[in-house]
């Protein structure tokens, strides 16, 4: 029996679905997201629009069913009728196809799809759907995701009607998913109801037996959190003095509101020497030593001119007494000896709550502050006799310093990561569970899911009170939580949470947010089940032809070393969930999260640990884990992949591992989910969509693989440019243009040679995937510069030109201009693993990447020194300042590359002065006329130096009496580039300067 396409495979209107997308990360109230942190969620629109185009026929496709159309039809009108909307016409199937892709695009939206009208007509769409494939009408279509991570898919399936089978390998992912698939739509108001009892409890007795541990000072003031810095003995070359302990802090900032800001500075003498006390001071590694320690104070009403400047630059530290720095090598040293230095750190500043008006401010620590922290050393000391391992003392990563970079500076363990009082808290809040349930009697029924809910506030709480967090001094002064990015940075200055106060992030917050967010999402109520387990992809536990449809996101290549990062949390649910014997205790019995089988190219982070985790190894895995998933898939069904990457490597290994486990992609949509386009978005190449590839398996009608179908590379080359052309006009029109769009264009590329077994030259000879992708990037690329020149002879401009058009469209998002500030809460910490945060000047894109354009444009990066710039895997694009010289200079003009080893005079001088500079030289000046360059490009540029340089008479005689100006595709070609630099870029300005010039000069 034949099938009908999918709506996926047809239409799905990107644009709209997009946008609802980017409005839900606006969304504060009732997400699931709220529950716990997983890295690379999906949005839940999208997850909802491409689950129902996967599921639903296409009804303009001759195999539909009638039944189908009218069901539709009458349950879309049914909807009209109580919502209002166009009337649809009986028996008009494009009308029809439409109205369905208009549903898809309402239901997208958040509050729509919490309402039951939608909810209904979805579902019973979805059934109505599911009649065409299967026998029977009480089947279910069942939907899988071996990667299911933080639940979005599975989670969006339930709500549209369909039985779901959602696995993970990580136990974190399994247990989020445990809860909101299983746990959630049975016991949902019970479990929120339950969380806040444990709350209540929890908080009560917290006050009970850990108020001295965070006390209130003589004034009544609550502190709410504490504020440290790690500490390190300044080496400074003068033995006979009592050592400096110099506090590592990054900026002296505590909240910058106005005028209303806060800082601190040194507390100096009528001398103006700064103030020291002395301390003995017990460190971590054992030594007692008599230090001095610089006072600090605080400024109210603080100008930046007010405070001082912070100790630590790109992991050197400068003592302020002295202003001797001591070097990274050595501050590496010493908090190696002192396991990162946690545990000694210096308390320097009290975040407290004014007792009448409950107002923030900052104090320096009192002796209330220090003693407290002195008997949570002893405390801990008791519990570590008690038990030795009740703090998670299992091993960090040692060797991935890329995205773990604590173990650098000596931290061994997971406990490394808090001060005594934040482990003795959290191991306070793990032992609470079993406290608590005995004396509320839990019904065994509940009981685990109970358990499990209670593990999202536990976790929630341990998250926002490690020395991985910082004080947030810009939007709302608070504290920003362990993985405010991706990895573990190293925070030298970081913050501690007071639970039990009643602050952002504390005991009653947390406990508020987890029970609200159960709460909203209670309403539910599926009418399908769902079953989640623990299993790597590679072997899925389900049948042959299990289900109708495998949507998922499998790990985008190297983006996220999930086990690594959620190894924070599984070191204290190991403890947990010890004491019952559970279904959770099986899974948290490991030391750390599994990691063998899970498919993350990881060699590029961490070679010793992971240098068998290579981009083959990711291949042949995600292989493995595709092809498991063709089997369990029906042969009439389908799969939605969804991906992003930037590196071409990474999409190679991901395409070539759908196309060897015997899937042809039929379609595939860029589906937009970045909120802010950023500025570092024109200056290299971010994504701002990820990839949805839809896959149909490559089967015979009784499931065997086809393996004799050989396409002809002739064929195959001729339909490419056809597709393309066909797609590119309709992703502008959908707003999505650069990189995106390139990765955008692989889809309907692989249509064309995905759906043969091989494809083969005349000669016999295979073509590998790599060589048939050098050809789609070629013919994107070609395409690109057509819409760019829209419609022009682009074989007019030299391949200078044309290659920087398409390397500026590759870098652009578009927006049409790209302004937007980089987002302020992802502080970056200065550790002296990263590259210093200079603007980036020029224009970056990965090597490959600019070498596959350029190659497809028939230009030749060595060819374009003066141009780009190649350093390891990074291509840049020089900016036009930095061009001057070659292009005004007299012997760079002669051999454009000569010099290019030398570091850029432009570098050390400055854009004008360079101008100057040669302009004394008599190479050109405000009444000579500058030599004329080789290239329309290279001329282009020139007036544009000409301009930013205020040589007016000069680019008039360039362009007149040269006749440069005369040449239309030089206008054409100011034209192009003035839409594709950057708005903010000086580029920008230059070149639109010159095209001002146009008319005034009878051009
Ligand atoms: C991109 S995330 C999925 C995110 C998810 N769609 C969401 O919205 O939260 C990829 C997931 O694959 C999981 N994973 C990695 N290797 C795996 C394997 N071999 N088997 C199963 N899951 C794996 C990771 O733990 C991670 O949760």
Known sequence: MEYPKRLIEVDLPIKKISEATRQEKNIRHGHISALHIWWARRPLAACRAVICASLWPDPADQNCSDSFRQTATMLLSELRDKRGGKPIKPDNVLELRNALLNFIVEFSNWDNAATSDYIDTCRAITKAANNIFEESSEINPLIVDPFAGGGAIPFEALRIGTDVFASDLNPIAVLLNKIILEYLPVHGTVLA???????????????????????????????????????IISEAPDKDKIPIEVPLIKSMWLAQKGKNSVGMKWKRNHNGKIETEIVNVKYANGKQIKVRRPLLEIVNFAKKSDLDEGTVKRGSVTCPVSGYTTPVTSVREQLKKRNGGSFDARLCVVVLSHPRNGKKFYQIPSQIDINAMEKAS?????????????????????????????????????????????LIFARWLIDSFDRWSEERNLSKKIRDAVQASIALVINRLIDSNSSQCWWVTIHGETVMRTFGRQAYPIIWDFSEINPLADSSRGIEESTDIIAKTLEYNAYLQPTSVATTLQAPAQKIPLPHDACSALITDPPYYNAIPYSDLADFYYVWLSRYFKSNNNWFHKLFSETLSPKNEEIVEM??????????????????????????????????????????????????????????????????????TENARRLRAQRSATLESSIHLVCRPRENHDGTLITNYVGDWRDVLSELPKRIHEWMPRLSAEGVVGADAIFACLGPGLEIFSRYSSVEKASGEEVTLKEYLEQVWAVVAKEALNMIFEGADTSGFEEDARLTAMWLWTLSTGTTNGDEAPSDDEEDEDDEEKSPKAKLSGYELEYDAARKIAQGLGANLEHLQNLVEVKGDKARLLPVSERTKALFGKEEAESPSANRKKKSPQLELGFMEEVVKLEQEGSWGQKNVPHLGNTRLDRLHQSMI?????????????????????????????????????????EKRWVDGVLARKKGLGF
């Open 946 to 986: 000409l301009f930013a340089a205020s040589r007016g008479e000069a680019l008039k005689r360039f362009l007149v009496e040269e006749g440069v100006g005369r040449d239309q595709k030089f206008w054409k070609l100011a034209q192009a580039l003035s839409a594709l630099y950057p708005s903010i870029s000086d």
């Open 603 to 672: 060699s590029s982070w961490d070679s010793q640990r992971y240098s068998h985790k290579t981009n083959k190894w990711y291949e042949n895995e995600m292989s493995k884990a595709l092809e498991q998933g063709r089997l369990i898939v029906k042969p009439h069904g389908i799969m939605v992949l969804v991906f992003a990457h930037k590196k071409t490597s990474a999409w190679e290994a991901l395409i070539s591992a759908v196309i060897s486990a015997g899937w042809i992609i039929t379609a595939s949509w860029p589906i937009d």
């Open 378 to 422: 002893k405390l801990y000391s008791q519990m570590m006799l008690k038990d030795n391992r009740c703090f998670p003392d299992e091993q960090m990563p040692a060797s991935a310093s890329g995205y773990c970079a604590p173990p650098t500076y000596g931290a061994k363990s997971f406990s490394d990561l808090f001060n005594k009082r934040q």
């Open 193 to 231: 109801k339950e969380v806040r009892e444990w709350g209540t409890w929890v908080y009560a007795k917290s006050k009970e037996e850990l108020s001295s541990l965070y006390p209130k000072h003589n004034d009544d003031s609550i502190p709410l959190a504490y504020i440290w810095a790690r500490t």
